[in-house]
């Protein structure tokens, strides 16, 4: 099984660990179905980009992709610039609860952003938001689209 892992499934382990260790956003979620975060991956957690099936499930969701456009430079193809694409959605009746201020997809961003923000991994700087910003997927899914991209050793984020 080994030979398949590669250095994005890595990055993705490393992301949804973050995530999944996170009880801030295992509280938002609110899933009704799942007793911890260890059961969050692939039922609200997705390593991939997820559009939700079923327009009338009232839930929350947290999808993301991991795209490495192009190498840190052309001298050195071996590092290469790190690209996380976060979907923050939620179902527009799980959108506003009593026991938080704001939307339900907002507050789920504001932990996700604190999540990434400057996470380690073995690939080359760490991560950092570099745009958040509002959208609807469906007509049913009000979310958030976050961009992180890798910093270099000097803290500039890489293009």
Not at 68 to 95: A, G
Request: hydrophobic share 40%.
């Amino acid at each position: 099984m080994d030979e398949y892992y590669d250095e994005i499934t890595e990055c993705k382990d490393t992301i949804m660990n973050a995530l999944l260790d996170n009880e801030t956003i295992f509280k938002l979620l609110d899933n009704k179905n799942i007793e911890d975060s260890t059961d969050l991956p692939w039922t609200s957690i997705f390593p991939y980009i997820k559009i939700p099936k079923i327009l009338d499930k009232v839930e929350s969701y947290i999808c993301f992709k991991v795209d490495v456009p192009s190498p840190v430079s052309e001298k050195n193809q071996y590092l290469e610039n790190l690209h996380v694409i976060v979907y923050v959605m939620s179902h527009i009746d799980h959108v506003q609860n009593d026991s938080f201020k704001g939307t339900r997809f907002d507050n789920l961003a504001a932990e996700v952003k604190k999540t990434l923000n400057n996470i380690h991994g073995k690939w080359i700087g760490d991560l950092m938001c570099v745009s958040n910003k509002e959208d609807i997927i469906e007509k049913a899914f009000p979310c958030r689209i976050m961009v992180f991209k890798t910093k270099d050793i000097t803290g500039a984020v890489n293009v």
